[in-house]
T-cell receptor, first 112, second 113 residues
């Protein structure tokens, strides 16, 4: 069993839809949770970062963490074609810029 | 503007060749990482380094080595390239004080024939 599981998709939605991306993890020691976005032929970029259970909102994006269920989600409201990318969840134990454990990534396509 | 650069975007090599992938960061970051990315497998950590001349194995170090002689530069070496090392290679760096954000380079698409 992988430490972090993420459905690779691909996921295709119409413009304006609400998108839900999810990861589950097995190690309850993970404390810091991230979502990276990777456009085609580019490196990943940090999109959202959180370290506590609950929701964190940034514009159209909401990151949700449920430590009791070992489950994290990323919601995208009013999705746009420019949101088409691969989304990777990542998590770690410490806040010192060290090793991250990544999910497999979910490929999202938002159709106009 | 933070920047991580990789020496090549695309590289084609023959089986058995020695391959060097170079990564340079201009942010004075302590930590540097090498990943490979394959469809359905996500990012897998090959090696990482917390300081000059220090290196630690990641999840899939077999067939690879690394070198970090200067703080800004982290090299990945394939001693004898094999076809199963055909992949996208991504370099990243992070700061001890910067939380857990890793900054990635654009990647090198390596094909081993």
């Amino acid at each position: 069993q992988k430490e972090v599981e993420q459905d690779p998709g691909p996921l295709s939605v119409p413009e304006g839809a609400i998108v839900s991306l999810n990861c589950t993890y097995s190690n309850s020691a993970f404390q810091y949770f991230m979502w990276y976005r990777q456009y085609s032929r580019k490196g990943p970029e940090l999109l959202m970062y959180t370290y506590s259970s609950g929701n964190k909102e940034d514009g159209r994006f909401t990151a949700q963490v449920d430590k009791s269920s070992k489950y994290i989600s990323l919601f995208i409201r009013d999705s746009q074609p420019s949101d088409s990318a691969t989304y990777l969840c990542a998590m770690t134990f410490y806040n010192q810029g060290g090793k991250l454990i990544f999910g497999q990534g979910t490929e999202l396509s938002v159709k106009p | 503007d933070v920047k991580v650069t990789q020496s090549s975007r695309y590289l084609v090599k023959r089986t058995g060749e020695k391959v060097f992938l170079e990564c340079v960061q201009d942010m004075d970051h302590e930590n540097m990482f090498w990943y490979r990315q394959d469809p359905g497998l996500g990012l897998r950590l090959i090696y990482f380094s917390y300081d000059v001349k220090m290196k630690e194995k990641g999840d899939i170090p077999e067939g690879y080595s690394v070198s970090r002689e200067k703080k800004e530069r982290f090299s990945l070496i394939l001693e004898s390239a094999s076809t199963n090392q055909t992949s996208m290679y991504l370099c990243a760096s992070s700061s001890l004080e910067g939380g857990n954000e890793q900054f990635f380079g654009p990647g090198t698409r390596l094909t081993v024939l």
